[in-house]
C-alpha cells in the first residue's frame, strides 16, 4: 500500500499521560500536515512541513503539542499532558509541492483521554 | 476573521439529484476544494475549483464563483454509498486550507 499510514489507529490514555501519534506520508511527497478533527466539525489545522522543517504551527496549538520530521519522511506528533479537550481523531495528509494541489489523508488516530 | 459556510445535513433520494452549497470568507482565495468523508474514516478528495466556472467529473459537479464567494457540488443519481459528509475547504493567502465544518448527506432509498 503507497497511501498514508498513521499509527496507533486507536489510543486510549488517562488524563496527565504524554501520547506519540506517527505519520508515514506518501515517499515522495516533500509536504506533510497534521491535523485535528473533533465530532461534526471539520478538520483543523495544527502543524505542516517542507521536507523537514516545520513551517508553520496554528497559534491554537498549545506548547504541549510538538511535531518533528527529523529525515523530512516520517513524521511525530507528541502531545504532553493530555488532557480531556485533547480526545478527537488527529489527521495526516501529504502533498507532493511540486504537482498537485490534493492533499492525501492517512486513516487518522483517535485519542480518547479518559 | 475566516469562514466557510455550508449546511450541517442534508437529506435526498436514491436516485435523485442533490446541491450542497458552500460560502466562504477568506483572506485570499487559492483555490476551493470538495472533500467526502465517511463517518469513522479520513476524507478524500472529490474536486478542485480555481477559476470561475463548472468542473464536471462523472456523477459529482463542482462549481465556483469567486465574486460571491460561493461554490456548490452537485451529486446526480446519488447512491447509498453517497451518504457521508461533504467537506468545503478554501486555500488562503498562505496556502493553508480552511475547512467548513461538513455537510452530514442521508440519503434514503
Known amino acids: 500500500d503507497t497511501g498514508v499510514s498513521q499509527n496507533p489507529r486507536h489510543k486510549i490514555t488517562k488524563r496527565g499521560q504524554n501520547v506519540t501519534f506517527r505519520c508515514d506520508p506518501i515517499?515522495?511527497?516533500?509536504?506533510l500536515y497534521w491535523y485535528r478533527q473533533t465530532l461534526g466539525q471539520g478538520p483543523e489545522f495544527l502543524t505542516y512541513f517542507q521536507n523537514e522543517a516545520q513551517l508553520e504551527k496554528s497559534r491554537l496549538l498549545s506548547d504541549r503539542f510538538s511535531a518533528e520530521r527529523p529525515k523530512g519522511s516520517f513524521s511525530t506528533l507528541e502531545i504532553q499532558r493530555t488532557e480531556q479537550g485533547d480526545s478527537a481523531m488527529y489527521l495526516c495528509?501529504?502533498?507532493?509541492?511540486?504537482?498537485?494541489?490534493?492533499?492525501?489523508f492517512g486513516p487518522g488516530t483517535r485519542l480518547t483521554v479518559t | 476573521g475566516q469562514n466557510i459556510d455550508q449546511p450541517t445535513e442534508m437529506t435526498a433520494t436514491e436516485g435523485a439529484i442533490v446541491q450542497i452549497n458552500c460560502t466562504y470568507q477568506t483572506s485570499g482565495f487559492n483555490g476551493l476544494f470538495w472533500y467526502q468523508q465517511h463517518a469513522g474514516e479520513a476524507p478524500t478528495f472529490l474536486s478542485y475549483n480555481v477559476l470561475d466556472g463548472l468542473e464536471e467529473k462523472g456523477r459529482f459537479s463542482s462549481f465556483l464563483s469567486r465574486s460571491k464567494g460561493y461554490s456548490y457540488l452537485l451529486l446526480k443519481e446519488l447512491q447509498m454509498k453517497d451518504s457521508a459528509s461533504y467537506l468545503c475547504?478554501?486555500?488562503?493567502?498562505?496556502?493553508?486550507?480552511?475547512w467548513g465544518a461538513g455537510t452530514k448527506l442521508i440519503i434514503k432509498p
Open positions: 475547504a478554501v486555500r488562503d493567502s498562505n496556502y493553508q486550507l480552511i
Open positions: 515517499s515522495e511527497h516533500n509536504r
Open positions: 495528509a501529504s502533498r507532493l509541492r511540486e504537482s498537485s494541489y490534493e492533499q492525501y
